[in-house]
């Protein structure tokens, strides 16, 4: 993958492959409850402890979601109290749940000179394709796409279904580089329990600036 970075094109590809990841996974994956674990962690390292993974206050690693092979990785977050059945635990100030999915890639600088031609790309056909939880372009709608410093943010919609959960179909997801790798996360509102966008955007923020911390 590493050869995709040395072109604007490339990562616009790089990115795909992090978001294909987090689509089909989620889809696959996301639990009809939050599975339970008494011992919810925090945070939890992936590719081989290239990178470590948390998420704000409240938030705690979902084992029954977390996939890695080395190179690429998958998780969710979700409310600690939740997971570890335990009411004493901390909980979000909101509720939503939290995804990131790791690919190999480039450094923050070589990425976020290609945003404007990956804004072309998530704009395109194959590009919400790649957003779509079931990988079909027609069920994505781009709202918004912006950058801020280090980051490419994307305000979609999905109508696709994603697993046991249910979402809202307007979500966040931002796009970034950290330790040499992509990294996709994204604020996945519940649909019977909303939560503004702008809250959305500002947990996003929140997300990866945590990771950012623990890097």
């Known amino acids: 993958m590493s050869t995709w970075i040395n072109s604007a094109r490339g990562g616009a590809r790089a990115a795909a492959s992090a ?3 987090a689509g089909l996974l989620s889809a696959c994956m996301m639990p009809a409850g939050l599975g339970l674990n008494p011992a919810a ?8 402890g290239a990178l470590n993974l948390g998420a704000p206050q409240g938030f705690c690693v979902d084992q029954s979601t977390l996939r890695d092979d080395g190179a690429s ?3 969710l977050f979700g409310n600690c109290a939740a997971l570890s059945g335990n009411a004493s635990d901390p909980v979000p100030a909101h509720p939503v749940v939290l995804t990131a999915a790791v690919s190999a890639g480039t450094e923050v600088g070589a990425l976020s000179e290609s945003y404007p031609q990956m804004t072309e790309f998530f704009r395109s056909d194959a590009g919400r394709a790649a957003l779509s939880r079931d990988g079909n372009a027609d069920t994505v709608e781009v ?8 980051l490419l943010l994307l305000h979609l919609s999905d109508s696709a279904p994603m697993g046991g959960a249910a979402v809202a179909e307007a979500y966040w997801r931002a796009i970034t580089a950290v330790n040499g790798r992509i990294l996709s996360i994204a ?11 702008e ?10 600036a945590q990771i950012r911390a623990l890097n």
């Open 19 to 21: 978001l294909v990841l």
């Open 41 to 48: 962690p925090r945070t939890v390292a992936v590719a081989g």
């Open 73 to 75: 990785a998958f998780v």
């Open 143 to 150: 709202l918004d796409i912006s950058q801020e410093e280090e």
């Open 187 to 197: 604020v996945l509102p519940l649909k019977d329990r909303p939560t503004d966008p």
């Open 199 to 208: 809250t959305q955007a500002q947990i996003l923020r929140q997300f990866a």
